[in-house]
T-cell receptor
Framework: GAVVSQHPSRVICKSGTSVKIECRSL??????MFWYRQFPKQSLMLMAT?????????EQGVEKDKFLINHASLTLSTLTVTSAHPEDSSFYIC?????????????FGPGTRLTVL | KQEVTQIPAALSVPEGENLVLNCSFT??????LQWFRQDPGKGLTSLLL?????REQTSGRLNASLDKSSGRSTLYIAASQPGDSATYLC????????????FGKGTLLTVNP
């Protein structure tokens, strides 16, 4: 099946620093990718939709200036958490529909555990 | 706003038992419903996807049903095994112009040998 990778798998940083998380589709092109956040024992919450070659679409309540998304190619989307704070500590997961169409099943990356001290 | 609820939150069963996980959603205008498995600290693995026009899907020991009008889905696991231990997530994709996945909080399943 389709494979989505994320890097890094785990990151610990100091408060106030910025952290970049990469999401790659390894064997297919993805014009659209999705970024989710999952707090312990909570649902995955969609943060934003990443669109190749255009601006990301953010969900209500998600600060676009804090969570910068760049979808520079058909296989790579990056999420940068700027000036991270302890409350940003969470599990971040990306997903992509393999055909690039939003109606298809989505394949998820393995996630990135962010801990902000 | 779509809301997805999964019951029970946690379930512990002995190996070999058949079990049912429940999922309900508030807005029946969905495009499809998907069941995922999530192992601790890992990403999601898609198990079954049911289109809004379908009633059920089967894969091996797994069977998922969908009753769109009542806003319910069940995931049936036959002859459970310790390797089935994981969190099972239900997610619905909105219809119309809203192709977003809304997830439940999941059911943590433990199958004891």
């Amino acid at each position: 099946g389709a494979v989505v990778s994320q890097h890094p798998s785990r990151v610990i940083c100091k408060s106030g620093t910025s952290v970049k998380i990469e999401c790659r589709s390894l064997d297919f092109q993805a014009t659209t990718m999705f970024w989710y956040r999952q707090f312990p024992k909570q649902s995955l919450m969609l943060m934003a939709t990443s669109n190749e070659g255009s601006k990301a679409t953010y969900e209500q309540g998600v600060e676009k200036d804090k969570f910068l998304i760049n979808h520079a190619s058909l296989t790579l989307s990056t999420l940068t958490v700027t000036s991270a704070h302890p409350e940003d500590s969470s599990f971040y997961i990306c997903s992509a529909p393999p055909s690039g169409g939003v109606t298809d099943t989505q394949y998820f990356g393995p996630g990135t555990r962010l801990t902000v001290l | 706003k779509q809301e997805v609820t999964q019951i029970p939150a946690a379930l512990s069963v002995p190996e070999g038992e058949n079990l049912v996980l429940n999922c309900s959603f508030t807005d029946s205008a969905i495009y499809n419903l998907q069941w995922f498995r999530q192992d601790p600290g890992k990403g999601l693995t898609s198990l079954l996807l049911i289109q809004s026009s379908q009633r059920e899907q089967t894969s091996g020991r797994l069977n998922a049903s969908l009753d769109k009008s009542s806003g319910r889905s069940t995931l049936y696991i036959a002859a459970s095994q310790p390797g089935d231990s994981a969190t099972y997530l239900c997610a619905v994709k909105g219809g119309g112009s809203n192709y977003k996945l809304t997830f439940g909080k999941g059911t943590l399943l433990t199958v004891n040998p």
